[in-house]
């Protein structure tokens, strides 16, 4: 996760145009937190409440709230990943 911040870094100026989004559900909470803009979701598809609170938490800076809330997901979004999509 050090390598959103180090991209941010490397992009200088030009960050703020340059968004970077997650694909995985289950990194997705750390992600934001270090500096990454969303994701795009599988298991909001589910509980789309409970993502967009985890996303607005991370990006609002408060990582205690959004590990809560994403805390009882965990079981969802590693049943959702059990297989890759698209498959390799």
């Known amino acids: 996760l ?3 911040a180090s991209l941010k870094e490397a ?17 997705t909470t750390d992600f934001v937190i270090a500096g990454g803009d969303g994701c795009i979701s599988v298991t909001a598809n589910l509980v789309p409440a409970q993502m967009s609170k985890i996303m607005k938490a ?4 408060d990582a205690e709230l959004a590990r809560k809330v994403n805390e009882p997901l965990s079981v969802l979004h590693n049943k959702l ?3 890759s999509n698209p498959i390799p």
């Open 81 to 83: 990943f059990v297989e």
């Open 58 to 61: 991370g990006l609002d800076g």
């Open 11 to 27: 992009l200088g100026s030009n960050a703020e145009s340059f968004l970077q989004y997650s694909g995985d559900d289950g990194t």
């Open 2 to 4: 050090n390598r959103v």
